[in-house]
């Protein structure tokens, strides 16, 4: 089990990241180009095949177990005015998802997922980033161990959410933070906040940008001073997958800003994520590009919690089941192309 000592061990394994198998790539390649289909005609569902052969190490990769986690957390940058719900939602939504009554129970019951929640000290918000920092050095370190965790030790394919009332502002602060470009570009409206709400969150993430960013110079101060628990934890577990070299499906907007700061001090960070889809809310196109991946769907779905992600497991099936189950042109005695 991945456990991260202090920043430096964190850093250390980030800048040492294993790359996935050629041999079995190279074998699901030959493999998808020997079965009875025109030459590429499966499109990405041909790519996913020889992605999770590569990280699985096998030539006919499989799914299962397929675990999805979901982070909870709460942050001081609420006292801003920058969600359109209260921040006890938090804690309630966990009894909703501990009670299997959300959307994201819904979703990896269609899907076949296992589902965890972790809760990150709720009744300990984070420092509102605008005035302090978000964590301290422990509080973070313990957030991406509590991440990195819990990635089970027979997990193949892992989904990543979170939960936590007014974290679309610091997963904004941490784009605006690492990519530039001015808070406009980055807030969006979240739960649905309105006009008002909209540029409070705007001049928050102005704020807390101006404040620490720099400071916020290697992926572990970046994500203490402007993340929050869940946020810290996604990323950790992120990490802890990469690894274990266990493919990510990556969920949404906030999902994908927890990862950033770990892109930009290694570039080959996002080599065992998918996208699983592209989020409503309005920095997610920018940051998928900005990432260098793209989105397997785009269901204008604004929520989190690893719903887009749980929604793309029936495609890495899909691509693993023709994959593994079609039979070649000579088992089934098909002409080949010339
Ligand atoms: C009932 C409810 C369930 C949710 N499930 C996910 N979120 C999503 O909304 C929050 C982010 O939006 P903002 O930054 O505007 O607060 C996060 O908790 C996210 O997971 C929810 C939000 C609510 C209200
Ligand atoms: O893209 C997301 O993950 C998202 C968007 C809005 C609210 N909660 C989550």
Known sequence: MTRFADPA?????????????????????????????PTGALGRLEDIAVFMAGWQGSERPEADPVQAVVFAGNHGVTAQGVSAYPPEVTVQ??????????AINA??????????????????????????AAMSAEECLDA????????????????????????TTPAAALCAAVLGGSAQD???????????????????V????????????????????????????????ILAARLARVPVLLDGFIASAAILPLLRDNPRFT????????????????????????????????????????????IVR??????????TFDEAAVTDKA
């Open 9 to 37: 061990s964190f850093a250390a394994a980030l800048a040492a990241l294993p790359e996935p198998d050629e041999a079995s790539r190279t074998a699901a390649l030959n493999r998808q180009a020997r079965l009875t289909k």
């Open 93 to 102: 939504m966990v009894a909703n998802f501990e009670a299997g009554g959300a």
């Open 107 to 132: 979703l990896t019951a269609a899907c076949g997922a296992r589902l965890s929640v972790v809760a990150l000290d709720l009744d300990r918000p984070t420092g509102d980033i605008t005035r302090e």
């Open 144 to 167: 991406l161990n509590q991440g990195a965790a819990a990635l089970g030790a027979d997990t193949r394919l892992l989904l990543v959410g979170e939960m936590g009332i007014g974290n």
């Open 186 to 204: 980055w807030v969006g409206r979240g739960t649905g906040i309105d006009d008002l709400g909209l540029s409070r969150k705007a001049v928050a």
């Open 206 to 237: 102005e704020a807390a940008v101006a404040l620490h960013s720099g400071a916020a110079t290697d992926a572990f101060e970046t994500l203490r001073l402007l993340g929050g628990r869940e946020i810290a934890a996604m990323a950790g577990a």
């Open 271 to 314: 080599d065992h994520c998918i996208a699983a889809h592209c989020s409503a809310e309005a920095g997610h196109v920018l940051l998928l590009d900005k990432l260098g991946l793209e989105p397997l769907l785009h269901l204008g779905l604004r929520l989190g919690e690893g719903t887009g992600a749980a929604l793309a497991v029936p």
């Open 318 to 327: 899909g691509a693993l089941a023709t994959h593994n189950r079609m039979a």
